[in-house]
């Protein structure tokens, strides 16, 4: 075990585990959504999380980002125990923060988008004046590459793209001033020719910044290249972690090889229809 | 059957609006061909107009978008030539789904959730081949499920009982039905899971081999399609700026479009291309 200084600004998930009870009826049931996970983040690394929907990808997003109580298990905050509630909970919130996957569903239609970043800045910085906030609220824009800012800090989430509010949810993510971020599967409702665009803003402001990143996908692809480490789910467990190159070009587990092969290659042109046409 | 360079349904200078204020061009002079038993794939970005051309090819577009262009043929089986876009009333509802059927984005919500599976099957039957016995419907039903791979004993089943993947098989099931010589499949999977959807292409592909059906399918999913399409066509903002087979588009593409759309998908096992990470690497590990 590494001691406490050595710990100091990484996020741990201890031996997660989420269950949650079903009901059918009159019977009950227990759903065990995630079954002992333990990762940890580490300033400047990203870490994916893979697998197919039900495999517990968001229930572990939503556990980190405390949005969920997990049934067992600890996340670690610089080597200590989190907060769940009070002032320890405030100070994890701005340390830790989330990108969801709706880019449409996640930003209110009723504000402008200064309003969307000014708040979480009055709120984590209680002391700052309004051009301080306001100043603030600019650069977090022009960090995303929204620019001009003044232009886009009063129009609506309706008047911008699907790309550019999945900007915004970004800067809103780091206002508080986060160290980490979980981004749940935050490029698959965008379109294609933009998705590339998003996910190197977020590489670039990792690296700058050295956030923590924690990257839900199901898109093997974007895992291997923009991540450090991989880690594959299947039925609420870890099934194969390691450095991204490696789980997919040199995959362990079964269903890890299963998922590769389930990803449409360019390079197989003609090989599935030959085969179905030999008799497969 | 393999595909050979009989036309099954041609496309020429189809114009497309939407008659809004101010009116969107939806569609601008488009031409397709689409051969006997092939696929052909049809890709671009959301808004580029290719679910709308779908809908023009099978007469399916209601206020305010209007065809106000274009003709558009189709080649059967016996020879005779059908214009789709003169048809009405009572012979465009023998066309539909006999000739032409399709499969509709997020069809998996498109079932009716109150009707049994075996209810909206026999629907398709009572609908179209009046003279069917009852007992044959039954028949032809069980058959189609076994078809798609769903177990026949799920006749009896309501939409929410059976899972997304099951929910699409029945969805392929109901377009196969009246052995129809296209199908049109609008983002057929794009909801589904990789492993489901997988298994759903390899029967979509089993099944075109069988029944020799030709297949249009609309994605913008561009690597699945290079993997699975004989010919691709790609739109741009209303227009197709690209058509050749699926090699020639992915080894040679010409249009700056083509190319942009290639190189927004990362290659999973080969090098990294545009994705390269950008920023300088604040880690000392092995991240590239």
Known sequence: MRDIRQRAGILEAQHLV????????????????????????????????????????????RMMAKLETPSSGRVIIDGKPSADRGRGLAQYRRDVQMVF?????????????RHHLERPLRIHHPGWSSSQVRNHAHELLERVQL????????????????????????????????????????????????RLGVLNLLADLQREERLGVLYITHDLATARHFSDEILVMLRGEIVERGPSDRVILDPQHEYTKTLLDAAADPENLGMLRDEVRNGG | MRPDAQPVLTARGVFIEYEVDPPVKAVRNASLTLHRGEILGLAGESGCGK????????????????????????????????DVVELRDESLRTFRWDKVSMV????????????????????????????????????????LLGLVGVDPSRLSSFPHEL????????????????????????????????????????????????????????????????????????MLEGEIVEQGTAAEVYRAPRHDYTKRLLASFPSLRGERGDFVRRGADTTTGDAA
């Open chain 1, 18 to 61: 989420k269950d949650f009870r079903l009901r059918d009826g009159v019977r009950l049931s227990t759903l065990h959504a995630v079954k002992d996970v333990s990762f940890s983040l580490e300033p400047g690394r990203t870490v994916a999380l893979v697998g197919e929907s039900g495999s517990g990808k968001s229930t572990i997003a």
């Open chain 2, 163 to 234: 899972s997304g993947g099951m929910r699409q098989r029945v969805m392929i099931a109901m377009a196969l039905a009246l052995d129809p010589q296209v199908m049109i499949m609008d983002e057929p999977t794009t909801a589904l899971d990789v492993v489901v959807q997988r298994g759903i292409i390899r029967e979509i592909m089993r099944l075109r081999e069988r029944l020799g059906f030709a297949v249009i399918f609309i994605t913008h999913d561009l690597p699945l399609l290079i993997e699975i399409s004989d010919r691709i066509a790609i």
């Open chain 1, 101 to 113: 996957q709706d880019p449409f569903g996640s930003l209110n239609p009723f504000h402008t988008i």
């Open chain 2, 104 to 143: 509709f984005q997020g069809s998996m919500n498109s079932l009716n959730p109150v009707m049994s599976i075996r209810r909206q099957l026999h629907d398709v039957f009572t609908t179209h081949r009046p003279g069917m016995r009852r007992r044959e419907r039954e028949a032809r039903c069980a058959e």
């Open chain 2, 51 to 82: 679910t709308t051309l779908a809908y023009g090819l099978n007469r399916l577009l209601k206020a305010p978008a209007l065809m106000t262009a274009g003709e558009v043929t189709f080649h059967d089986a016996d020879g005779r030539d059908i």
């Open chain 1, 147 to 194: 620019t001009p800012a003044s232009r886009f800090a009063d129009r609506r989430p309706h008047e911008l793209s699907g790309g550019q509010r999945q900007r915004v949810a970004i800067a809103r993510a780091l206002a508080p001033g986060a160290r980490f971020i979980v981004a749940d599967e935050p490029v698959s409702m965008l379109d294609v020719s933009i």
